[in-house]
């Protein structure tokens, strides 16, 4: 599984961007997508995740209501995004794609990392004030 994550830039606050992840190599129909994000030293922290062969989303408490996520397999391309809207100083970081293989039962969708054995590189989102 190769995950290439992309759309980072610099915005002001209050202004929107658009992450896209880039999925490949297996087929993703039981798996978790998630999004994390990480600042200068700070932990890695979770943003959001969906599961791919059902419509649930799951947000971390400081993007609900701002963010959204969402994936799309259009012509074979496996590609999740994550929206951002009203964006914040506070929300500048290293975003992270990430792939959970495992199959859980019902809603739920892990928000550790640890689950998530396949990561892209990284985008860069720097809101200014």
């Known amino acids: 599984v190769q995950l290439q994550a992309s759309g980072g830039g610099l915005v002001q606050a209050g202004g929107s961007l658009r992450l896209s992840c880039a999925a490949s190599g297996r087929t993703f129909s039981s798996y978790a997508m998630g999004w994390f994000r990480q600042a200068p030293g700070k932990e890695r922290e979770f943003v959001a995740a969906?599961?791919?062969?059902?419509?649930?989303?799951?947000?971390g408490d400081s993007v609900k209501g701002r963010f959204t996520i969402s994936r799309d397999n259009a012509n074979g391309e496996n590609t999740v995004y994550l929206q951002m809207n009203s964006l914040k100083p506070e929300d500048t970081a290293v975003y992270y794609c990430?792939?959970?293989?495992?199959?859980?039962?019902?809603?739920?969708?892990?928000?550790?990392?640890?689950?998530?054995?396949?990561w892209g590189q990284g985008t860069q989102v720097t809101v200014s004030s």
């Open positions: 990430a792939a959970d293989r495992h199959s859980y039962t019902g809603s739920y969708i892990p928000r550790g990392p640890r689950p998530y054995e396949y």
């Open positions: 969906l599961k791919w062969s059902e419509s649930i989303t799951i947000y």
